[in-house]
């Protein structure tokens, strides 16, 4: 492994003409096991945050098993490499042929739903099966997330009840699923949640095997800086031992972001200054989305030779590469007052929907790949944990 000023060094001399994206290994391998060892029940990683294969087989050496799979490309890629894995097919709304292919051709038991017409079809695609996992999604609050998920999926607590005793009558295994919302920034949205569901769940009179909370578990970026994780444990842990029957259910959850956000940077060159706007080689349409549409503001750190000088900081804003004008992000980044065309920068926290929303419009590709760092992500939710890496290894594209 090489640290990042070496890694930039070496870029720059190869005249690397697109975004290069630094992957951390031990920060990854450090968020999985806060996870594994803290939380008290079956963590699923949600896919779609990171598909990556080295992302995976990071999570996979470190004891994950079991994955959030939301489609049919996601249930073929973790089970052609990791056929012993269990996976959960948690898109509420399936193709009938994905139901089908996932069913019989992956091996895969357990689906949600939100709807009867859901239920029905999952039936017939699977012809009748008696051995499914189908799992209740709900709709709840999401008062304390940065984006929320509550309007496109769930069914309302009112109609919930009759559902779950519908599911139970074909269910071998049967449980419930909600989300409190990306980037949820307070523990007491899951303790909300789970007191929403547990007293409907009781109103219904049936018996649950899974309890899930969903996903929502926060990353840190400047200006948004989460509770420690412990603290959601705790109330997720606290407020399942006060569901009914809680001793004979599996706790479940699906989290994505706090665990890969800190294992991947990229690193940008400057194409051009105009005042206080930067305009670099990736942005909204590439890895940078979150910094687009939703605003979220990235750690940032000018990479370059010689030391910068860090004691005069200023605001800045970036422009990506492609001709739209959405192409916009508005931070502010804070970086040296003297950035200049050609320099380069490190932006963190991009693993989580960073590499996976790229897209190629206007012709700009991510082609120089990723290579690995050994240093401590710009920002760290697990600074309190054990920091320790692996032997070097070069990750291909």
Not at 21 to 42: C, H, I, S, T, Y
Not at 154 to 162: D, F, I, M, R, T
């Amino acid at each position: 492994m090489e640290n990042t000023q070496k890694t930039i060094a070496c870029i720059a001399q190869a005249g690397a003409r697109n975004p290069v994206f630094a992957f951390r290994p031990a920060a990854l391998k450090q968020a999985a096991r806060v996870f594994l060892d803290q939380f008290e029940g079956q963590v699923l990683y949600a896919v779609k945050t990171n598909p990556e294969p080295h992302v995976t087989d990071a999570l996979v050496q470190c004891g994950v098993r079991s994955f959030d799979v939301a489609s049919l490309e996601e249930v073929r890629r973790i089970h052609e490499r990791y056929p012993e894995a269990r996976l959960f097919f948690m898109h509420p709304v399936k193709a009938r042929h994905a139901i089908r292919e996932a069913y019989f051709e992956y091996g895969v038991r357990n689906f949600s739903l939100d709807t009867p017409e859901e239920l029905q079809k999952i039936l017939e695609e699977t012809d009748g099966a008696k051995d499914l996992g189908l799992h209740l999604r709900i709709t709840i609050p999401n008062t304390y997330a940065e984006l929320n998920l509550s309007e496109k999926f769930g069914v309302n607590l009112q109609e919930a009840p009759k559902l779950l005793r519908k599911m139970r009558e074909v269910a071998q295994e049967l449980g419930v699923c909600f989300h409190v919302g990306s980037q949820c920034m307070h523990p007491d949205a899951y303790r909300i949640a789970m007191r929403m569901v547990a007293k409907m769940v009781k109103q219904s009179k049936v018996k649950l095997d899974y309890f899930n909370v969903g996903g929502g578990f926060p990353s840190v970026y400047p200006g948004m800086i989460p509770p420690p994780l412990t603290d959601y444990f705790d109330a997720i842990h606290e407020e399942f031992r006060k569901v009914e029957g809680w001793r004979d259910m599996t706790l479940l959850s699906e989290p994505g972001r706090a665990i890969v956000a800190e294992s991947t940077s990229v690193i940008v060159r400057v194409e051009l200054r105009k005042g206080n706007t930067l305009y670099i080689n990736d942005g909204a349409y590439g890895c940078l989305f979150d910094a687009g549409t939703p605003k979220f503001i990235f750690p940032v750190r000018l990479l370059r030779s010689d030391a910068p000088d860090t004691s005069d900081m200023v605001p800045y804003s970036f422009y990506g590469p492609t001709c739209d004008s959405l192409d916009f992000m508005k931070g502010p980044f804070y970086l040296p007052k003297d950035v200049k065309e050609g320099d380069y920068i490190e932006i963190g926290q991009i693993g989580a929907y960073g590499r996976t929303l790229a897209t190629g419009f206007n012709g700009f590709f991510h082609e120089e790949g990723v290579v690995e760092v050994s240093d401590a992500p710009l920002m760290s939710m697990y600074a309190d944990e054990p920091f320790t890496h692996d032997p070097m290894e070069v990750v291909a594209a």
